[in-house]
């Protein structure tokens, strides 16, 4: 994508959600840390209905030691790899608090370092609480990335890379936010909504996907076509 069309393709996506934030619930820099750990291979929904009572609770690393691994796997037993998850919550809570004051750290090396927390995770905490021009880059934004030519790459790594490049200033803090709200709800995976995407001729994606109503149309037209081409056939046979 040229320089000219990603500062307009950042400019119309801006102009639609000026101020965009995380779809995870929170209250804290801590509690987001957790969501986001909690986030791992599971939707942004069911996190939330799974911390909605944890997050009333719980509300630092050592009210969350003081809960307990046990406690806390009833609370997000409906999230997968809930086991797993509690684990690395305790202990990423253990350490936080022998070691940071009960503060999240604001390094992405140093969370990297916490367990459960990889690069896309501490990413995404280094934007959404501390303000980081930092691109998480998850299955939405690999894919916009790639189908739209924004940020092509054949790794995270590369697309995460390829937007750092790209992305202008006025749009850096935001930019993972709206990329992957337009993944999550327009540039879908199986069928994306190039009828009502606002940024449809700036994007190299061929063949542009059809409204309900203008597959719909396509359709009944062929249908048309195949029937008065049967009795053709039926006469010449």
Not at 76 to 105: C, D, M, Q, R, W
Not at 163 to 180: E, S
């Amino acid at each position: 994508m040229k320089k000219t069309d990603i500062i307009d393709f950042y400019a119309r996506l801006a102009e639609l959600n000026p101020e965009p934030e995380t779809e995870l619930a929170y209250g804290n820099d801590y509690q987001l840390l957790v969501a986001v750990v909690l986030s791992a291979q599971a939707t942004d929904v069911g996190v939330n209905k799974a911390t909605r009572l944890l997050f009333e609770e719980v509300k630092s690393p050592d009210q969350m030691v003081a809960l307990g691994e046990e406690a806390l796997k009833q609370h997000i037993k409906t999230i997968g790899l809930f086991n797993a998850k509690a684990k690395n919550v305790i202990a990423l809570s253990e350490i936080l608090v022998a070691h940071y004051g009960g503060e999240v750290p604001q390094d992405r090396d140093a969370l990297e370092r916490l367990p459960g927390v990889g690069r896309k995770t501490a990413n995404v905490v280094m934007n959404s609480a501390f303000g980081a021009e930092t691109f998480a880059v998850d299955t939405h934004i690999f894919r916009v990335g790639n189908r739209t030519g924004l940020a092509p790459g054949k790794t995270v790594l590369a697309v995460e890379k390829a937007l750092d490049k790209a992305t202008p200033a006025p749009f850096r803090v935001h930019a993972h936010h709206w990329l992957i709200l337009h993944g999550r709800y327009i540039c879908k995976a199986r069928t994306p909504e190039c009828w009502r995407c606002p940024v449809e001729d700036l994007c190299r994606y061929k063949p542009k996907s059809l409204s309900p109503e203008a597959r719909k149309a396509t359709a009944k037209t062929a249908k048309a076509a195949k029937s008065r081409k049967a009795p053709a056939l039926a006469k010449k046979g």
